[in-house]
């Protein structure tokens, strides 16, 4: 059973940075593709960016390229979302997930990851 937990999130000024971290059960970033995903009041929840169980493949939602960096540490089995340039839409509770266990697929929908973190809240103000 994979097991996840998000920490890091809180309350930042529009423009600013925050870094999120998702500590994982053993054997779960060198086999699954890992995700983020944030869910706003009101909203679905919406896929932020993936990054595979091999080394080297990430993918961003459209609204963070750029702005957004996904990157993992095998060792230490972590996931980590550098977050800058940070606006207020980008205000949600911010899950990691992992799924397509040793899939090379670009996974983005949400049913296609089986195992959740129970989220952090990231609160940008303007």
């Known amino acids: 059973q994979v097991q996840l937990a998000e920490s890091g999130g809180g309350l930042v000024q529009a423009g600013g940075s925050l870094g999120l971290s998702c500590v994982a059960s053993?054997?779960?970033?060198?086999?699954?593709?890992m995700s983020w995903f944030r869910q706003a009041p009101g909203k679905e929840r919406q896929f932020v960016g993936g990054?595979?169980?091999?080394?080297?493949?990430?993918w961003y939602a459209d609204s963070v390229k750029g702005r957004f960096t996904i990157s993992k540490d095998l060792a230490k089995n972590m996931m980590y979302l550098q977050m800058t340039d940070l606006r207020p839409e980008d205000t949600a509770i911010y899950y990691c997930?992992?799924?397509?266990?040793?899939?090379?697929?670009?996974?983005?929908?949400?049913?296609?990851?089986?195992?959740w973190g129970p989220g952090t809240q990231v609160t940008v103000s303007s």
């Open positions: 997930a992992a799924g397509g266990r040793w899939s090379h697929q670009i996974l983005t929908t949400r049913d296609s990851f089986d195992f």
């Open positions: 053993v054997r779960t970033l060198d086999r699954y593709i």
């Open positions: 990054i595979s169980w091999n080394p080297g493949s990430v």
